[in-house]
């Protein structure tokens, strides 16, 4: 019985997120229906994170068992993109040990945030990006955003609801971009935010981009950002940015450890 891993990209805009549900399309969903016309059987297909309703990826991954041991990964990955709407694309499929999970061997994972800053929102960037106008400082969010790096209690920036469990994680980049000189225009500019951590809280990203849009736009000073951490208080942060700006861009595994007894 092989086992392939799998590199997704996909516009989250028409579907429910990643996670098969009861009502709606999910990616998830999707691309369990186009296995089993393959495997002549259901498949349960492990994601490496559950993208909320309208979040994209770039580098989403996820893992599966089939019964059939004649097909290799190339053919997984045309016969997938065959079956699958435009909105989602299998970018590259590896055989993998029998022993691999997309989400329980991941590492680390980079998400991408994108802003556009201006006073017209492009009709292409609108399921792409937040579109915020006025003026930003953007010197203290750059400030702020690195107070996020490190070891810490992220409770105030989970979803009210979110998964009971510790909300400790340990962020290694925490980056909002400036535009270059010369680069911005009277048109507006997209203003990008990256995070990478071994570990994301239900909505975490957004609602850390929302609080750095509060200190861009001076109602509080960087320093604040290292308060609302150490609150743990979800009122404390500000509000959570949209989800069409989100992009999951990768997920890495690092150095595997396989269970040598299973193939």
């Not at 079956?83 to 998400?111: M, N, Q, W």
């Not at 979803?159 to 507006?188: N, Q, W, Y």
Request: charged fraction near 25%; include cysteine.
């Amino acid at each position: 019985m092989p086992t392939f891993k799998i590199t997704i990209a996909y516009d989250g805009g028409p579907f429910v997120g990643w996670q098969r549900q009861s009502k709606g399309t999910s990616v998830q969903g999707l691309i369990e229906d186009a296995l089993r016309d393959l495997d002549g059987r259901d498949v349960t297909v492990h994601g490496a994170g559950r993208t909320d309703a309208g979040v994209h990826a770039l580098g989403q991954v996820a893992s599966f068992t089939l019964v059939r041991d004649d097909v290799d990964a190339d053919v997984i990955r045309r016969a997938l993109n065959n079956k699958l709407p435009g909105e989602i694309r299998v970018c590259a499929a590896d055989a993998v040990p029998a022993s691999f999970h997309a989400r329980f061997h991941a590492t680390s994972k980079r998400y991408r945030y994108r802003i556009w800053h201006g006073d017209v929102l492009p009709p292409f960037e609108r399921n792409y990006a937040w579109h915020v106008f006025g003026a930003l400082d953007m010197p203290a969010m750059i400030e702020a955003a690195c107070f996020v790096e490190g070891r810490h209690d992220f409770a105030a920036f989970q979803a009210v609801g979110g998964t009971a469990g510790p909300t400790e994680r340990t962020m290694t980049l925490s980056r909002i971009s400036s535009p270059a000189p010369g680069t911005s225009s009277a048109d507006g500019h997209v203003i990008e935010y990256e995070i990478e951590g071994d570990g994301f809280l239900r909505h975490m990203v957004r609602a850390v981009v929302g609080t750095l849009m509060e200190i861009g736009r001076g109602r509080k000073p960087p320093a604040w950002m290292r308060e609302v951490i150490a609150s743990r208080d979800r009122a404390e942060a500000g509000r959570s940015a949209p989800a069409q700006g989100l992009f999951l861009v990768r997920v890495d595994y690092g150095v595997v450890q396989f269970d040598p007894h299973v193939a």
